[in-house]
């Protein structure tokens, strides 16, 4: 048994985010747009080609800011995968609109691009492709499906900071983007997030609805005399002191990518084998996705009990959890959404899905202790 419990997640500080606060605490300026969020968003913008981004208090908020910029409104429908976070879903049902849940690839888990033309209805807005584990959703149909169809394509990249799709920086190729610097992600700031804008006959209104339905930012900038209420919309900022932070961490993005990298790769090295021996199955990468190392999971083969082998995990030490409970069979999900098709792929992946611990700074030891333990687990774990 391991001494101490091998944690799921540990947030990794870069050792200059104090020193960022400090400069923030002294510079006088803590509401939001500040000196630090300017710094960020235009590192964003410089980094995925987006040509404009501005911070938000979380990815939730820049998921909330979408059906307000879009004019999505009750009635309207936005189409996304069933696997994925609340946020996805409930950004849209908060202004009345459906979501209509198509089912998952089963390499990727992502939305399976080939269900999407038949969920479109006269009602459908929005396309809301959600990059799982920092893998590129198939945007070349997706785009396509839209513009067919004229609907907008709004990506949720909250896992994909740092990821990219044929060379494009998720986030950046949809009209829209949100990304998630959660302390669960790669690049963090306790909360915190982004709108990427990428359709730039948004980006005024994107600033507005961000500044209290407001023309703050305008005038900030000297461009009007005085700010007044221009439309609907809320405080999606966050303040300096977040955007401070943050700023540490975008600094190190890079080499915070590569160290959760090498334990990415480490992992799926050492798991090959137990995939040869039909215990579980490894994520699949496609050639055209360059992912971020956000996650790595198991799926386990279906005979198996995933909740029993979690618990056998935690008995010896390690704290692995399963994601998601698939949003269309919630109680939330069946009263807002709708459902396109079986969704056979997103029950069965979602119940043989394992997420194991991994940042920056776990061990080779640990790593392969974990091996050594879930080998064992799933040896000795009798088929139903
Ligand atoms: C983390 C996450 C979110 C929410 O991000 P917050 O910054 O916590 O609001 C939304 N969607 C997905 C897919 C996520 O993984």
Request: aromatic content about 8%; glycine content about 8%.
């Amino acid at each position: 048994m391991q001494q101490t419990p091998i944690v799921f997640n540990r947030p990794y500080m870069t050792g200059k985010e104090l020193y960022y606060i400090a400069e923030a605490h002294f510079g006088g300026m803590l509401a939001g747009d500040g000196p630090f969020t300017k710094r960020c968003n235009a590192w964003l913008e410089q980094k995925t080609g987006s040509s404009k981004a501005l911070l938000t208090h979380s990815c939730t908020a820049a998921l909330e800011m979408m059906p307000l910029l879009l004019d999505i409104k009750a009635g309207d429908e936005v189409i996304m995968p069933s696997f994925t976070f609340v946020s996805t879903a409930n950004a849209f049902v908060l202004r009345g609109a459906t979501p209509v849940f198509v089912d998952i690839r089963e390499d990727t888990l992502n939305i399976d691009e080939r269900l999407i033309e038949d969920a479109i209805t006269e009602r459908t807005k929005a396309i809301v492709p959600v990059h799982y584990a920092g893998v590129s959703c198939e945007m070349d149909t997706i785009l396509q499906i839209a513009k067919k169809h004229g609907v907008a394509v709004v990506e949720d990249a909250a896992q994909g900071v740092m990821s990219s799709y044929k060379g494009q920086a998720l986030g950046s190729i949809g009209h829209l983007g949100a990304y998630s610097f959660h302390e669960t992600k790669n690049v963090i700031s306790g909360e915190g997030g982004a709108l990427l804008v990428n359709d730039s006959a948004l980006a005024m209104r994107a600033e507005i609805i961000r500044e209290k339905g407001t023309d703050r930012s305008r005038f900030f900038r000297g461009q009007v005399d005085k700010y007044t209420w221009q439309e609907v919309g809320s405080s999606f900022l966050p303040g300096e002191v977040m955007a401070a932070f943050l700023w540490a961490q975008l600094e190190e993005a890079e080499r915070i990518t590569q160290r959760r990298m090498q334990c990415w790769n480490y992992y799926h090295e050492i798991f090959a084998p137990l995939e040869t021996e039909g215990l579980l199955r490894r994520p699949i990468i496609p050639e055209h996705c360059t992912h971020n190392a956000h996650m790595y999971y198991i799926l386990l083969e279906s005979t198996k009990n995933r909740t029993d082998v979690l618990s056998k995990l935690k008995d010896a030490g390690i704290n692995a959890v399963f994601h998601y409970i698939p949003l269309h069979s919630s109680p939330a999900g069946r009263q807002f959404g709708r459902v396109q098709g079986e969704l056979a792929m997103t029950i069965k992946q979602s119940e043989c899905l394992i997420r194991l611990p991994l940042w920056v700074e776990l061990g080779i030891g640990e790593q392969e202790y974990i091996l050594k333990t879930l080998k064992k687990i799933l040896n000795d774990t009798t088929k139903i």
